[in-house]
């Protein structure tokens, strides 16, 4: 259900999020569309989130990923945390729904450090926090590295969760 709509134009803009993101979100108020492709959270401003919520942004998902710097850098994940903290703050002022995304369970990550990212989320303005086990699926440079570091796997239960690794094997 619901009402159908016809598609509307296609915007394509350059990776200069400064000064050119609030003009593509006006842009698309005054096109009637309501799609909002946010950039990286870190380095969304006031003036982006409040033309964003002007074009008809209401909710949007942001990436927190692990809230600890060396798991960060181990994923080549580049989050200011700091600045995404105060992204979710301004985007719960002005009145956008904020759900972050978040993994759990990366190759040597702590439980420690695991509830760094959970104590994040709950100290946050975020509105929701979903928490995925990370699963190191065949192709990908974790998969590769856990193979080279000669962890075990059952070729058959691949995407099922990295609890299918045997450090002992």
């Not at 993101?21 to 989130?49: C, K, N, R, S, W």
Request: proline content about 6%; charged content about 20%; aromatic content about 10%.
């Amino acid at each position: 259900g619901g009402p159908k709509r016809k598609p509307g134009p296609t915007y394509h803009v350059k990776r200069q999020w400064g000064q050119r993101v609030p003009v593509f979100a006006q842009a698309m108020a005054l096109a009637g569309d309501t799609l909002l492709v946010a950039g990286p959270p870190d380095i969304m401003d006031e003036e982006y989130i409040m033309a964003a919520r002007e074009a008809g942004a209401y909710h949007w998902a942001l990436a927190v990923e692990s809230a600890t710097p060396r798991i960060q850098k181990l994923i080549r994940k580049r989050n200011k945390l700091d600045k995404l903290f105060e992204t979710i703050r301004l985007s719960d002022k002005h009145g956008v729904f904020v759900c972050t995304f978040n993994m759990l369970g990366f190759p040597t990550e702590t439980e420690e450090e695991m509830y760094n990212t959970i104590n994040y989320n709950l100290d946050s303005a975020a509105h929701m926090a979903h928490f995925f086990v990370v699963t190191p699926f065949h192709g990908t440079q974790m998969f590769d590295q856990l193979v080279a570091k000669g962890m075990g796997l059952d070729p058959d239960k691949i995407g099922h969760g990295f609890q299918n690794f045997d450090e002992n094997n």
